[in-house]
């Protein structure tokens, strides 16, 4: 996973594609300034270790099965920082209930592997490249015929103002202090 595929390629697709034009200075500058901040974070760390991850990591692609967790959809697999598949495990939406969570996950996960905590500061910079790159991967399949038929909301005004406005909330969530560890 890095800045240039998930982040730069991505933007560079959209802008030059699929914003529609009143909103592509909006778009441009509000990526602009994001970039600068996802990488401060990772150039905050330059020994954050790499491991193999599997990219999507949410509850819906984990089928349980006799008690069991198995994993599904490991197309998005790739080498990141093993805080990739750990916050997409995060479901609430407020801030002390997230750490609960993050808690509990991390409580899990260093029962197999140490966890380097610098790595929370990766969560919402990971998160934003995550919005960046799902809206081109869409945009890279929209000649598929399947893609309009399954996506009918995408590539449109209406779905380009709600994405605008959730990298302005990202804006906001990259400036917050990091989750805890409780």
């Known amino acids: 996973m890095d800045l240039a595929s998930f982040g730069y390629q991505s933007i560079d697709l959209i802008s030059k594609d699929f914003i529609p034009a009143s909103l592509r200075e909006a778009y441009l500058s509000l990526t602009d300034d994001l970039m600068k901040l996802i990488e401060q974070a990772f150039q905050r ?14 509850g819906g692609n984990l089928l349980w099965r006799d008690d069991l967790a198995h994993f599904v959809d490991f197309d998005d697999a790739r080498m990141a920082p093993a805080i990739q598949d750990l916050w997409m495990l995060l479901s609430e939406n407020e801030r002390s209930q997230r750490e609960l969570q993050l808690a509990e996950v991390l409580a899990g996960y260093e029962e197999f592997a140490d966890f380097d905590p610098r790595e929370l500061h990766l969560i919402e910079p990971l998160r934003t490249l995550r919005m960046l790159h799902y809206s081109a991967w869409l945009a890279r399949r929209w000649q598929d015929p399947a893609f309009p038929k399954s996506f009918p909301w995408f590539n449109t005004e209406r779905y380009w103002g709600e994405h605008i406005l959730q990298l302005r909330e990202q804006m906001s969530a990259l400036q917050e202090p990091v989750l805890r560890i409780l």
């Open 45 to 58: 760390f330059d020994d954050i270790r790499y491991i193999r991850v599997h990219g999507d990591c949410h």
